[in-house]
């Protein structure tokens, strides 16, 4: 029994998701996922860990070194460093403009539930409110202004 049909949830491939994060071309081996998009809408969700800051250099600065202390105390999680998880393209760290690109790009794959883990590694309790109050407040209504002026150049 496929996941779909037991938990209602479609997973997607993770090579399409380090490529719509990396912005590079998704490799479709030789599958069409136009058709059975739409009937998925409301059905993707992924989990990535979360650091917002002004700046992509704040950004790392205030989540290499908890993210790194995350890994490393994980009994079961690969064992990888912040520029690590950086190559892959599996993370929501950056700057707004990194965030809400990356966020977009998540969108136009059709995955509309974005979990976001922003409290790892014993990061610095400042920090991660700061996070989250550039995500709420400067990342999503970029995020739903972009995808909204993308819908419309659609119909038009």
Known sequence: MSTEALFGLRLLPARRLFCALEGSEIPNNGLDISEAAPQALGDNVVC?????AETDAAARKE????????VETRLYAK????????RS????????????????????????????MQNFGNMAPADVTNSMRLLAERVMPQVRQRQASRSLRGVA
């Open 89 to 116: 393209g599996i993370h929501l760290f950056g700057s707004v403009e990194t965030v809400t690109k990356k966020l977009c790009a998540l969108a136009d794959m059709r995955v509309d539930h974005v979990m976001t």
């Open 63 to 70: 989540a290499s070194g908890p993210f790194d202390l995350y």
């Open 79 to 86: 064992k990888m460093v912040y520029d690590d998880i950086l």
């Open 48 to 52: 990535l860990h979360t650091h917002v």
